[in-house]
């Protein structure tokens, strides 16, 4: 359950009962990332590279033979580039699921590391086209471009391996001049482009023209907004607005760069992004809401909450993400600051978001009294608070005589101060 206040002031603060909807913590992110890696796979470049990193690999080691868990795992710290402590994903190449060694010849060819090259090779001459095809397209970044008659050689007539072999051609002649541009132009037009992202500081440059070329077409140009907003590339947010509010440019670079505005947290993008919430494209809408969200600015709410109940309701999960994000205070640290100082809340409005996903505009007592009685210390404090602030005067009264002898010291503490408070305003 989430509780939306309203404040006078502009700002909105949030409770949230039961399972918070984002962990706080960096391995909460990550587990909740690591859980739906398909559908938030993007959210890791939200946390920083240095906290993410050793976690990951933490985790990989303790990991045990689990193949769903292994597999994410090292597909995560392959994104990453992360080349610390190859043996934990060298050792997964022996690994008797397919799946696990496929994902483990991948990220080892993420690395970049030439040191890593020797355990792939030996995929190259192996009977399942799957791994020759993997090994081909790892070793094309472990490997110097004199090593490619070994790789043509491993795709034979395979015409989906001599594909392969090509791009990896290209890929490892690129490498060779050690020009940026070039690295990133081959790379940005394959499956492969997501290996620029931990790149940033070297194909920033030749990204943000791409994103500007008029001449590159609407994938690589989206691929190139993806990147830059993931990196969070604060400096190309003119023309990403430019791009989002041209209606002649193909919808599909519109939604990502409505997508990259709300990672970078542009601001001034705004008013467009609530317009947008309007658009008869679905992904437009999708697009629009995650980056209301992001960038957190309180007057998106109301917009919205108008769309809860578009498309029978297809957009609630996200909105109800969105909006949590919009708040700038903890609620419970609002109120009982509050009844600390003796004041008054002037408030706008309260909402519930159910975790059932339906949306109430008022205070719903029903939904506090079972709080009341909750083995949770946090939410009979929630309880009290709510009571107090929002529910009738009978109801705080009978909520802080029972909180008074709450087993949580803190709860008897904020007791004392919600009955001086109440009784101060029957004076």
């Not at 037009?189 to 994103?211: A, C, F, H, N, Q």
């Not at 708040?327 to 159910?354: K, M, N, P, V």
């Not at 339906?358 to 608070?385: G, M, N, V």
């Amino acid at each position: 359950m989430l509780v939306i206040i309203a404040l006078t002031a502009g700002q909105l603060a949030c409770l949230d009962f039961g399972v918070p909807l984002e962990p706080r913590s960096f391995e909460g992110r990550l587990t909740a990332i690591l859980s739906d890696w398909d559908q938030r796979r993007d959210d890791l470049w939200e946390i920083p590279v240095s906290d993410s990193k050793p976690i990951l690999r933490r985790w990989l080691r303790e990991a045990g033979d689990d193949a769903s868990r292994l597999i994410r795992l090292m597909s995560a710290l392959g994104w990453l580039a992360a080349s610390e402590e190859p043996d934990l994903i060298r050792k997964r190449l022996s690994h008797p699921d397919e799946a696990v060694r496929l994902a483990a010849i991948r990220a080892l060819g993420q690395t970049q590391d030439p040191d890593n090259a020797p355990g792939v090779e030996p995929f190259l001459d192996s009977k399942d086209a799957r791994f020759r095809a993997a090994a081909i397209a790892a070793l094309a970044k472990l490997w110097p471009r004199s090593n490619y008659p070994r790789l043509q050689a491993a795709a034979g007539s395979d015409p989906n391996l001599q594909r392969l072999a090509e791009q990896a051609r290209r890929h490892m002649m690129a490498m060779a001049t050690l020009n940026p541009a070039q690295i990133a132009n081959e790379a940005i037009e394959t499956g492969e482009y997501e290996d620029l992202v931990p790149w940033i500081s070297e194909v920033r440059e030749p990204l943000k023209e791409m994103l500007k070329s008029g001449e590159r077409s609407a994938v690589v140009r989206g691929r190139a907004a993806r990147i830059l907003g993931l990196r969070h590339q604060e400096e190309v947010s003119w023309t990403l607005r430019t791009i989002l509010g041209n209606a002649d440019e193909p919808m599909e670079l519109r939604v990502e760069a409505a997508y990259a505005l709300g990672r970078i947290r542009i601001r001034s993008s705004v008013d467009a992004l609530i317009e947008l919430l309007d658009s008869v494209d679905p992904r437009m809408q999708e697009a629009a809401v995650f980056a209301l969200g992001k960038i957190g600015e309180p007057r998106a709410l109301r917009p919205l909450l108008a769309k809860w109940n578009v498309r029978g309701g297809a957009l609630r999960n996200q909105i109800r993400l969105a909006a949590g994000r919009l708040c700038s205070s903890d609620g419970q640290e609002l109120l009982t600051g509050l009844l600390r100082a003796d004041a008054d809340l002037t408030s706008e409005g309260i909402w519930f978001l159910e975790d059932r996903l339906e949306l109430h505009e008022s205070y719903q007592e029903r939904f506090i009294e079972p709080l009341a009685a909750s083995p949770s210390p946090q939410a009979r404090r929630d309880a009290l608070l709510l009571r107090v602030f929002f529910g009738h005067k009978a109801e705080a009264a009978k909520a802080i005589a029972l909180a008074r002898a709450d087993e949580e010291r803190t709860n008897r503490e904020i007791a004392e101060l919600a009955l001086h408070w109440l009784e101060s305003r029957r004076n």
